[in-house]
């Protein structure tokens, strides 16, 4: 049996074979459902920012029709989402770890600070690139160029709309991942059992 000295020095007693962990089932199904809301929310969040890049990667009708390229708030727009999207896939795959292993990613200060960090600064920008765009959609509404090319307009619209869904879902991930370090400050644990 290891001495209280040993504990006190950072010594994990769950590695010793006669001190066994206990967890309640209740505990169990809390963390379970977290968790299990962690991952939807990054699934919708990849979804929506991925649909959305394809949405404006896609934005060209013709020779005679813009193309998204020749905006800058549609390139702002497109580029974040991309990237948005790129980092939902690492979150899925880190969610995913977590549920089917038990243990995070990386060690669980520097992947609570990691999450809370990236989903802040990854939400704010969906937030600025579609705002960016929604001002350029709406300044192109008053000119020939959706009045000439109206599909233009409407799948650039869809885009934004798109992005702002995916900032929406990137938003309910940061509130998680924000209780996380919360419970890790207060607790030293990412969850409060």
């Known amino acids: 049996m290891r001495s ?27 963390l379970r459902r977290f968790n299990w809301l962690v991952l939807v929310f990054r699934l919708a969040a990849f979804c929506f920012s ?12 013709g ?6 390229y020749d905006f800058e708030a549609f390139r702002f727009v497109f580029a974040a989402n991309a990237i948005v999207a790129v980092y939902s896939l690492f979150e899925l795959v880190a969610s995913v770890w977590e549920i089917s292993r038990g243990a995070t990613l990386f060690p669980e200060i520097l992947q609570v600070w990691f999450d809370f960090g990236h989903d802040q600064v990854f939400a704010y920008l969906l937030l600025s690139a579609n705002s960016a ?5 709406k ?7 959706c009045t ?3 599909a233009f307009c ?5 885009s934004i709309a798109l992005g702002f869904a995916g900032f929406l879902f990137l938003g ?4 998680l991942s924000g209780f996380r370090v919360v419970s890790f400050i207060i607790n030293g644990s990412r969850f409060h059992l």
């Open 50 to 61: 991925l649909a959305a890049s394809v949405f404006m990667l896609t934005n060209s009708h």
């Open 154 to 158: 409407i799948q650039s619209d869809v």
């Open 172 to 175: 309910f991930s940061s509130l």
């Open 133 to 137: 765009g929604t001002a350029m959609a």
């Open 139 to 145: 300044a192109l509404r008053g000119t020939d160029t």
């Open 4 to 30: 209280p000295q040993a504990l006190r020095n950072g010594e994990n007693p769950s590695h010793h074979p006669r001190i066994p962990q206990f967890h309640s089932t209740v505990s169990v199904q809390k």
């Open 148 to 150: 000439a090319t109206n």
């Open 63 to 68: 020779s005679a029709s813009p193309h998204w």
